[in-house]
């Protein structure tokens, strides 16, 4: 589905497991899998995105499945041209139309990272290229007023990093990025199945069990799932069941992380900005901010409300596509504009 051309302003959320692309209206939105599928004898790019995700794990030897981005920054230059050269091109039908594109960064890039994700997306297509802060276009997407004297903290989970920040009067008060995200939650549950129970499980099934029966909430209602992988001592696969209950203790230590960082932030934070957090709360966003009992554990340790923002999975998206009002009023945030024009 295409945009149309009056609408020309685009927002990416260049994530390390999922790239989202959305207008300014947020009518039109693209989830892709941040992944290329290339033949390594030929270099020919045979899938990207979601037609790469059945792919992992199965491929022969010469087909390369490439993550481009690690930890929400740029690994592969050219690969990641490639995903924002194909978003754009989903997203925006006339070709002979360049559109200006935002681009969500996790809030630790180097200035070297920021200029290789402007020049793919110049390289890709976009007419102008402007870089928004993760934690900044989170609170945008989850609808928070930040240009208010009133201190917000929003606490975006993706899939590679944690970006954790204290917003007010349209700046960034205090914040900090971490690596402690998604799919550290799957890689815990990964080395615990071959530890435990000798069973190697791939990166797939340990998301799948993460969405289906993850929690950090030991109080949590119990629940099974199946889990299928290969027995280590035989080489013969297996299916065993395993239990909510089980998992807490797994992604307990990650959620922990998250959390101390998060109380690392409030501990820099103005006082007068303390008070305000604990009257407005925390809010979570990003995928990771949806695996269970995670709001409810920082609640309980931070002595905090937490709220799980609506869609929080697009927050990031949404905030990047509608932030192109706040190029004039953000004083942080917006990481130096680059005004390359094609």
């Known amino acids: 589905m295409g945009i149309n051309v009056a609408s020309l302003d685009i927002g990416i959320d260049l994530g390390t497991a999922v790239i989202v692309a959305t207008d300014a209206d947020y009518t039109h939105t693209l989830r892709e899998e941040a992944v290329v599928a290339v033949d390594a004898r030929t270099g020919k790019v045979l899938a990207i995105g979601d037609e790469v995700r059945n792919m992992i794990g199965r491929t022969p030897p010469h087909i390369r499945v490439i993550r481009p981005l690690v930890g929400g920054v740029v690994s592969d230059f050219d690969t990641t041209e490639i995903l924002i050269k194909y978003l754009l091109k989903k997203i925006c039908t006339n070709a002979f139309v360049k559109p200006r594109v935002c681009i969500c960064v996790p809030s630790g890039i180097t200035s070297v990272e920021s200029q290789a994700v402007i020049d793919a997306a110049v390289s890709a297509g976009a007419r102008k290229v402007f870089l928004i802060e993760e934690p900044v276009a989170a609170a945008i997407g989850a609808g928070m007023d930040i240009s208010q004297p009133n201190g917000n903290l929003i606490v975006d989970v993706g899939g590679g990093t944690t970006d954790i920040a204290v917003l007010s009067l349209n700046g960034i008060v205090c914040k900090t990025s971490l690596k402690s995200a998604g799919m550290e939650f799957d890689e815990a ?154």
């Open 189 to 342: 549950l990964i080395r615990y199945m071959r530890g435990r129970y000798n069973l190697l499980i791939g990166n797939r099934t340990a998301q799948e069990i993460k969405m289906e029966i993850g929690s950090v909430d030991p109080d949590s209602e119990d629940a099974a799932a199946d889990i299928k992988g290969r027995h280590l001592l035989n080489g013969l696969p297996r299916k065993m069941s395993i239990r909510r209950s089980e998992l807490v203790s797994v992604y307990e230590p990650v959620a922990q992380n998250i959390i101390k960082a998060v109380q690392g932030v409030l501990e820099k934070t103005p006082p007068e900005l303390v008070g305000d957090i604990r009257d407005n709360g925390i809010v979570l966003t990003g995928g990771g901010a949806q695996l269970g009992g995670l709001d409810v554990l920082m609640e309980k340790r931070t002595k905090t409300k937490c709220n799980i923002a609506e869609n929080p999975q697009d927050c990031v998206a949404i905030g990047t596509a509608r932030s192109f009002k706040y190029l004039t009023t953000l004083y942080d945030g917006f990481i130096t504009p680059s005004m390359h024009a094609h």
